[in-house]
């Protein structure tokens, strides 16, 4: 496993130099965290429907 890590100064200068590039970043953070609530709360639906 490989695991990076991303100050918020660094993603600062990230946004300044490539807006874009930082704008992908997040939406692809907030996909992979939306698809894990997502997994987390699926089974807890089915829970509460049975």
């Known amino acids: 496993m490989q ?5 918020k100064a660094g993603f600062d200068e990230l946004s300044r130099e490539d807006p874009t590039l930082a ?8 996909g992979i965290l939306a698809e894990r609530l997502n997994v987390t709360t699926d089974p807890i639906r089915a829970f509460e429907a049975s």
């Open 3 to 7: 695991c990076f890590g991303l100050s």
């Open 23 to 30: 704008t992908l970043f997040l939406k692809n953070v907030a």
